[in-house]
Nanobody, 121 residues
C-alpha cells in the first residue's frame, strides 16, 4: 500500500493550494482518508477527513477555508485550502483507515510521506 501526498509549496497569506493524496494497493473506496498536519515544534493534528460514504470532517481551525473531496475512480483525495494563514504552515500528511473518530492517528492504517506547506509573505 502506498499513499503519495503532493501539492505543497510556498504561498502568501490569503492564497490557495490544493493537496492531492493518491493511493495504490488498497480498495480505495472502502477506506476513509484523513489529512493531518505537523507544524514546526508541535504535535501532529487532524485537519480533515472524508469517510468512504463521503461524509466530511473539519477541524475548527480550518472550517470554512478547507474543502476535502475524493475521486474514487482516480484513487485520489484532494484538500483544497483557501485563505491560507501563516499558522497553516506545516507538513501535511494523508492517511487511510476506517476511523470511528477522524482525528485519532492510531485508527489509520496507512500513511503517506507528507508534503510541506509554507504560508509566508
Amino acid at each position: 500500500v502506498q499513499l503519495q501526498a503532493s501539492g505543497g509549496g510556498l504561498v502568501q497569506p490569503g492564497g490557495s493550494l490544493r493537496l492531492s493524496c493518491v493511493a495504490s494497493g488498497l480498495s480505495f473506496d472502502t477506506y476513509g482518508i484523513g489529512w493531518f498536519r505537523q507544524a514546526p515544534g508541535k504535535g501532529r493534528e487532524g485537519v480533515s477527513n472524508i469517510h468512504r460514504d463521503g461524509t466530511t470532517f473539519y477541524a475548527n481551525s480550518v472550517k470554512g477555508r478547507f474543502t476535502i473531496s475524493r475521486d474514487n475512480a482516480e484513487n485520489t483525495v484532494y484538500l483544497q485550502m483557501n485563505d491560507l494563514k501563516p499558522e497553516d504552515t506545516a507538513i501535511y500528511y494523508c492517511a487511510a483507515g476506517c476511523p470511528s473518530i477522524p482525528t485519532i492517528e492510531s485508527e489509520y492504517h496507512y500513511w503517506g510521506q507528507g508534503t510541506l506547506v509554507t504560508v509566508s509573505s
